[in-house]
């Protein structure tokens, strides 16, 4: 709620005494110090216009932090929830908050309003019924470093507040039949900080970004969403990694070596591609799922680092209205299922990469090098070898064994396609 402002004709200690004892400023201020250089201030401003510094107020949040891994020091905080009445009384309207703007976060409690150093920066978003700041805390300070630690540590506990001016509002009203403080329609925003206590309604520190664990998360990638190419694409994980640089490959793989996540080897299980908006390709998320769960070799990352990112493609396969292969631990025992799929996403890797290269050659005026056709040639007599040992279990299975007829038909069409791409270059 709105700080103590001095009445007419109301006495400089007559207002100090009663905005020491207002109850909202010593719930928002507990150090008695920082009241009485508020109350000073309040009535050295008395008489401005609504949107000076004397009308500024605090909203404070709290809620559950999730700490996910990506750029030291950066995090996302949600710092309103609209259309919900809040601890004060009062509802947020959407559109409300000023798309974009740029804010400093405040040291602990809005301490630099009383002169202590901002810690960091952000930009405020509203994101359907909920609004965000991204920001980043000022490693390099060491105020900025002790507050990232701080909210770091207790994560379950941390609070965060915003200071605001309210230009468009309506007090004592009514909201759905329920009577409330105020609407609030239009507000700009100066700073936000961690603060003790809350005020809001679901809302929360939704990710500090620490030093990173390994696995990308789905909402640290896409907070957002993502869009889908079709189902059908090719996919070519190599060649997309090279046309894409560090950031591009966060939004892009389900991996990353926390000790090397500047140079683009550090990532892993790419499954997007590198142009545009990064679309998901079906293709790319299935076979990082197989090699996830232990096909082509397996992946080599952590342990405790594969449900995370098992969890991220799983997201994907929703997306896409597949169901996932149950996870398991290790890449051990690797069910038929994700083997079958596994083969015939490498076959397809294979396939979309031979492609690329040929096409390459035939751009220059070249044709395949005698070692990659005999490569390739070599290739597709063991695939005509396996198609014909999988004929072979289809026609001795029972007749509902509809996916593996699927995965032979896929074998058979793949096969086709590396013949007829060793005849173009004849």
Known sequence: MPWPTPRANESEDEFISRCMADEYIQEDLDDQEQRLAVCYRQWRNRGKSEVSIMEKQYKTFSGLVELKEDKPGAFVARIATLNTVDKDGDVTLPKAFPEGKKILISSYMHGSWMGGLPVGKGTIHERGDEVVVEGQFN??????????????????????????????????????????????KKLDVFEASPVLRGAGVDTAVLAIKAESKGPITYQGAHPDGTPKADEGEDWDAGDEVRRADVEELKAMCAWVDPADSENKTAYKLPHHKAAGEHAVVWKGVSGAMAALLGARGGVDIP????????????????????????????????????????????????????????????????????ANRERISGLLTALKDVAADLQGLLEAAEPDSGKAQRLYLEFIKIKNEMGGMLQCQN
């Open 139 to 184: 490693l390099k300070s060491d105020t900025g470093k002790e507050h990232y630690e701080t909210v770091k540590f207790a994560p379950e506990l941390q609070e965060w507040s915003y200071g605001f001016i309210a230009l468009e509002k309506e007090e004592d009203t009514e909201w759905e039949g329920q009577p409330v403080a105020r609407i609030l």
């Open 303 to 370: 342990e405790g680092d594969r449900k995370g990112v098992y969890s991220h493609l799983k997201r994907h396969y929703a997306e896409f209205e597949k169901e996932p292969p149950e996870f398991r631990a290790s890449a051990e025992g690797v069910t038929f299922a994700v083997q079958a799929e596994a083969a015939l996403a490498a076959v397809n890797d294979l396939v979309t990469r031979a492609k690329s290269l040929a096409d390459l050659r035939r751009k220059e005026g070249r044709a395949l090098s005698t």
